[in-house]
């Protein structure tokens, strides 16, 4: 019977490919993309304020509200977040990827990325609570400042008020820190991939011609490896634009794109707004894609 199977199979190779990428492919049309086609049309209806039931009629009513000061402000917040932490995760992999990538020992290298992958075996609530109890008033970290005596310095930082807050654990600055450290795996690794790719022999050759090491760095080694930079920033921008957790959890007042599609969605129950809210960042995802596309990010992953 196996071998009835695997003959007929074996004859029919449009059969087998049918086989293997058929669940997988309805999966994505169903589930992924479904989700996103029923955001897409729930975006485009509208709420009644008066009874609060939704009004299923083409408008593009809501689609308005999202230019008004308050979610304007909120798109501006969370884009630039996302940007900041992507150049701090860049800044931050580049060095690291770098040494696994070209002086570590093999040994070294195994060791390294199981560290730099490490955070990603546990649970990523437990991650954030973890640095919510580090950057609290009476965490560790605070109490570092405390003994280096840099606490007035803290507090003169703390006291910005699109920046600071009450305390490390309930300010941008905070959720800045922890954006940083949970997304930097995301950033290691393409880069290290990208960097294992450059020949070589394109390095010897610079060095012969004369070039000095870090004009080598400038001219060979960072644009052969910066389509890995943008792939890691695909990660660490659309990971942190909508991510609600860290924003929920150290956050102060101030929203972001993924808490205003929570309380929009949770407390608010005004789903189209949740829905066009929610476009917002997969148009500029989309955006971002083809522009990464065009720098070669691809070919990184």
């Known amino acids: 019977m196996l071998n009835r199977v695997s003959t007929f199979l074996y004859q029919r190779q449009r059969l087998v490919l049918l086989l293997l990428l058929g669940p997988p492919m309805i999966y994505m049309v169903v589930v992924y993309l479904g989700s996103l086609f029923s955001l897409l049309i729930n975006s485009f209806y509208s709420i009644d304020d008066f009874t609060g039931l939704i009004i299923r009629e083409f408008t593009l009513r809501t689609y308005l509200r999202i230019f008004e000061p308050a979610n304007r402000e909120i798109f501006m917040r969370t884009a630039s977040m996302a940007a900041l932490v992507t150049l701090a995760d860049a800044l931050i992999a580049f060095p690291l990827a770098y040494y696994i990538a070209r002086f570590a020992t093999p040994r070294m290298k195994t060791w390294l990325l199981i560290a730099v992958t490490l955070p990603l075996w546990s649970s990523y609530l437990v991650r954030v609570y973890a640095w919510k109890l580090i950057l609290a008033k009476e965490g560790i970290l605070s109490w570092f400042i405390d003994l280096f005596g840099l606490t ?89 634009l909508g991510d609600f957790i860290v924003p929920l959890t150290l956050g102060n007042s101030k929203f972001f794109v993924g808490q205003a599609v929570f309380s929009y969605q949770g407390t608010g129950g005004n789903i189209p707004l949740a829905a066009a809210m929610t476009m917002g960042p997969v148009l500029i995802m989309i955006v971002y894609l083809l522009i990464a596309r065009k720098l070669g990010a691809f070919d990184a992953l």
């Open 152 to 240: 007035s310095l803290l507090d003169w930082l703390l006291s910005f008020p699109e920046i600071g807050g009450s305390s490390l654990s309930l300010s941008p600055i905070g959720m800045f820190i922890v954006f940083v450290y949970i997304w930097l795996p995301y950033m290691i690794i393409p880069i290290q991939t990208s960097l294992e790719r450059v020949p070589g022999s394109l390095l010897e050759a610079s060095s012969d011609l004369g070039a000095k090491p870090l004009q080598t760095f400038r001219t060979v080694i960072l644009p052969l490896s910066f389509p890995g930079v943008v792939a890691g920033s695909i990660f660490t921008f659309s990971l942190t």
